[in-house]
C-alpha cells in the first residue's frame, strides 16, 4: 500500500476532460509539502509534467494542470488525445519516513 | 543539455553482488540531489534514496534501508547504486534520478538499468 492513494484506473473519449486524485496524510501533502506528476509511457521512463502543485515544466501542454487542497492534490487532463495514454504518478515529501514517496500509479485509458 | 546516463542491463544469480551506475553531463552534479527509483515488472514507481555528491548526504527509504548501498564518485560525475548479496525479489527496473532539492521534484531521469535475478 502506497502512502499516496490514486485510482488504480481512469479513463475517457478523445476530447473529454479527465482527472486523477492523489491522496495523502499530515504528514506529506497535509504538512504543505508540494505535489508534483509525472507521466510514464509504455516502455519508457517516467516525465515530470507538474512540479511544485500547479506548475508546468516548459514544452508540456496546457491541457496539463494540478491543484493542490488539504491533503490533496489532483491532476486534470482536457482535451483528451490518444498519446496522453499512459500510467500517472503522483509524488511528495514525507517527514515521517524523512524521504520522498509516490503514489500507487493511474493508468488512464483513452476510449 | 543535462543526460543522465545509467549502466547496462544485468543478469545475475541469486547471491551475487552488483553495482550500478548513473553519469551525469550538462550540469553541475555537486549542485544536484540523485536519486534512486525502484520499478518492479508491472508495477508502480518506488523511490529508494537519495545522495548529495557535493558531501555524500545520504537518505534511504526505511524500506531500503540496509537493502542497498547509494555513492557516489564526484570525480567522474557518477552515482551508484549496489548490493552485496541480490535476490531474486530485486529483479526490476531501477532509475537514476536527479532531484532540483531534497523535498523537489525529479526533474531528469536516467534511461533505466534492468536487472535480473535469476537462478
Known amino acids: 500500500q502506497s502512502v499516496l492513494t490514486q485510482p488504480p484506473s481512469v479513463s475517457g473519449a478523445p476530447g473529454q476532460r479527465v482527472t486523477i486524485s492523489c491522496t495523502g496524510s499530515?504528514?506529506?501533502?497535509?504538512?504543505?509539502?508540494?505535489v508534483h506528476w509525472y507521466q510514464q509511457l509504455p516502455r519508457t521512463a517516467p516525465k515530470l509534467i507538474i512540479y511544485?502543485?500547479?506548475n508546468r515544466p516548459s514544452g508540456v501542454p496546457d491541457r496539463f494542470s494540478g491543484s493542490k487542497s488539504g491533503t490533496s492534490a489532483s491532476l486534470a487532463i482536457t482535451g483528451l488525445q490518444a498519446e496522453d495514454e499512459a500510467d500517472y504518478y503522483c509524488q511528495s515529501y514525507d517527514s515521517s519516513l524523512s524521504g520522498s514517496v509516490f503514489g500507487g500509479g493511474t493508468k488512464l485509458t483513452v476510449l | 543539455e543535462v543526460q543522465l546516463v545509467q549502466s547496462g542491463a544485468e543478469v545475475k544469480k541469486p547471491g551475487e553482488s552488483l553495482k550500478i551506475s548513473c553519469k551525469g553531463s550538462?550540469?553541475?552534479?555537486?549542485?544536484?540531489?540523485i536519486g534512486w527509483v525502484r520499478q518492479m515488472p508491472g508495477k508502480g514507481l518506488e523511490w529508494m534514496g537519495i545522495i548529495h555528491p557535493g558531501d555524500s548526504d545520504t537518505r534511504y527509504s526505511p524500506s531500503f534501508q540496509g537493502q542497498v548501498t547509494i555513492s557516489v564518485d564526484k570525480s567522474i560525475s557518477t552515482a551508484y547504486l549496489q548490493w552485496s548479496s541480490l535476490k531474486a525479489s530485486d529483479t526490476a527496473m531501477y532509475y537514476c534520478?536527479?532531484?532540483?532539492?531534497?523535498?523537489?521534484?525529479?526533474?531528469?531521469w536516467g534511461q533505466g538499468t534492468l536487472v535480473t535475478v535469476s537462478s
Open positions: 534520478a536527479r532531484h532540483a532539492g531534497m523535498y523537489d521534484s525529479i526533474d531528469y
Open positions: 550538462g550540469y553541475s552534479l555537486t549542485n544536484y540531489w
Open positions: 499530515s504528514s506529506n501533502i497535509g504538512a504543505g509539502y508540494d
Open positions: 511544485g502543485n500547479s
